[in-house]
């Protein structure tokens, strides 16, 4: 089973940045389509950014033009550039495959306030 780790979270103010890293400890991570989630505090966990193993990205509409999803298959490091933050994108960041095919990491924390 592949293990993630997430990193890369803070608190940030309204309108600053931060990038996220995710870490797979295997190989493989290099033929999947991976992703980055979210969950919000009382909300449910939903995806955020998507990238395929070529480099093909998507995202939802909430963060189209703010976030960068991208990946180095050579290091097996997924990456979530984040700009202009806005409040409601506070909670906590997972990464996984975009079928949510392996276990989930411990999340890192990002908190969007002023």
């Known amino acids: 089973q592949v293990q993630l780790v997430e990193s890369g979270g803070g608190l940030v103010q309204p309108g600053g940045s931060l990038r996220l890293s995710c870490a797979a400890s295997?190989?493989?991570?290099?033929?999947?389509?991976m992703a980055w989630y979210r969950q919000a505090p009382g909300k449910q966990r939903e995806l955020v950014a998507q990238?395929?193993?070529?480099?093909?990205?998507e995202s939802v509409d909430s963060v189209k033009g703010r976030f960068t999803i991208s990946r180095d298959n050579a290091k097996n490091t997924l990456y979530l550039e984040m700009n202009t933050l806005k409040p409601d994108d506070t909670g906590v960041y997972y990464c996984?495959?975009?079928?949510?095919?392996?276990?989930w990491g411990q999340g890192t924390q990002v908190t969007v306030s002023s």
């Open positions: 996984n495959t975009a079928l949510m095919q392996w276990n």
């Open positions: 295997a190989s493989i991570f290099n033929i999947y389509t």
């Open positions: 990238i395929s193993p070529s480099g093909y990205t």
